[in-house]
């Protein structure tokens, strides 16, 4: 499977909590990472495409990067079969491709609204439903997934054809409704008993979706989660734990994060009127234009028992959270406290928490990686001071 090269724009900041960690292709969109997505279209689109057209695409995404925002698609390889050797690809102002050694001075454009890019981190949930069908395929061949049968103690609803689960998962005694969508079940996933599973939805790799847990479609669940409770459309990037009792609605959880019991997040304002969110670049909260929206928590960010966040709410990487009533709408990555008082989260601290959080999944923090979260902790820090 081909493998290509990305960059980061300076548009990165309105993927805010989600940092520099997920960048240059490593952002979970749907079931899979971007650049997971990016090889297996590759794959669909130039198998259909002549010899000549196939071998001069690659030679330019192999001397050229992507766009790490750019979602692909068929059509973005006919764009790129359009370019000369050493031509940059905008969208209106986007830089979409950029060739490494430039030999053809003006780039090309095309229209906006031909091209699907990231635009914030909303998109990550609100975007569900066609990516995920849009990636049925590649999921399907990813996680190696069979329409196997289901034991009798299994309930399904809708067409048998759009649930599909890996020969290893365990599913018990659970309801699997394909109705609104396609079920996918990934490797080594367990569905415990009294689970109501409503598609659109995947489930990663060695997920457990507890007892009784209700989750509503489009949801995706990246690997080793712990999933219970009430969900409703949220994208969780993998690797972490909202095991009990609480509500999660329209919301993106990152890696390695931890929801206390009976956390429970607003995704819809009491006079239903437009949602604002943080906009780090305006340093002000802005109407996103849309009225369902819970909490997009960063990386290795936790909470305690009984956290109540209110609708729209952003939470920075590295934090932890604790206390009564509602939290800050807009919580600074590495914060420690709650609700109106809050401190620096040491950062010998916070490595040697996600340490132990990592070795329970049998992961560890990289040098890369605490170079990385050293950089991110700096920033914050002198937001602090």
């Known amino acids: ?7 980061s724009d300076n548009q990165w900041s309105s993927l805010l909590p989600f940092g520099t960690v997920h960048a240059l292709g490593e952002l979970r969109v749907g079931a899979l990472k971007i650049s997971e997505w990016w090889s297996y ?5 130039l198998h259909k495409t002549k010899q000549e057209k196939k071998a001069k695409v690659l030679g330019l995404l192999k001397n050229g990067t992507l766009n790490d925002r750019w979602i692909p698609s068929e059509q973005a390889f006919s764009f790129l079969s359009n370019l000369k050797l050493g031509q940059d690809l905008y969208a209106g102002d986007t830089l979409l ?4 050694n430039k030999k053809e001075s003006a780039p090309l454009h095309i229209p906006e609204d031909k091209i699907e890019i990231i635009a914030r981190a909303t998109d990550l949930f609100r975007d569900l439903d066609g990516w995920l069908t849009a990636q049925k395929h590649f999921i399907i061949a990813a996680w190696d997934l069979t329409l196997s049968e ?3 103690h299994v309930t399904l609803l809708g067409p048998t054809d759009q649930i599909w689960i890996h020969p290893s998962a365990q599913v018990t005694a659970c309801t699997l409704n394909s109705l609104s969508g396609p079920i996918f079940i990934g490797p080594n996933v367990e569905i415990q008993e009294g689970a109501n599973l409503r598609g659109p939805i995947a489930v990663g790799e060695s997920t457990v979706v507890k007892m009784g847990t209700r989750i509503y479609g489009p949801t995706a669940i990246g690997p080793q989660c712990r999933i219970g409770g009430e969900v409703s459309n949220c994208a969780f990037f993998g690797y972490s734990n909202k095991s009990h009792d609480g509500f999660l609605g329209n919301s993106v959880i990152g890696k390695w994060c931890n929801l206390g019991a009976d956390t429970n997040s607003s995704n819809l304002k009491s006079n239903y009127s ?4 943080w906009n780090e670049t305006k340093k002000a909260f802005i ?5 369902f929206c819970g909490v997009l928590m960063g990386d290795h960010s936790k909470c305690g028992i009984n956290t109540m966040f209110d609708t729209g709410t952003i939470v920075g990487a590295g934090c ?14 590495f914060s420690w406290g709650g609700n109106d008082s809050w401190e620096l989260h040491d950062f010998d601290k916070f490595t040697t928490t996600a340490r132990r ?3 329970r999944r049998g992961a560890d923090l990289s040098e890369k990686e605490i170079i990385q979260w050293k950089t991110e902790h700096d920033i914050a820090r002198s937001r602090f001071d």
């Open 287 to 291: 109407g996103i234009g849309f009225q």
């Open 97 to 100: 491709y950029q060739a490494r």
């Open 150 to 152: 289901v034991p009798e």
């Open 320 to 333: 932890n959270i604790y206390g009564g009533g509602f939290q800050p709408k807009h919580i600074l990555p």
């Open 357 to 359: 959080a990592m070795k």
């Open 1 to 7: 499977m081909s493998r290509f090269a990305f960059f």
């Open 41 to 45: 279209e590759a794959n669909r689109a």
């Open 274 to 277: 437009e949602v604002r969110l």
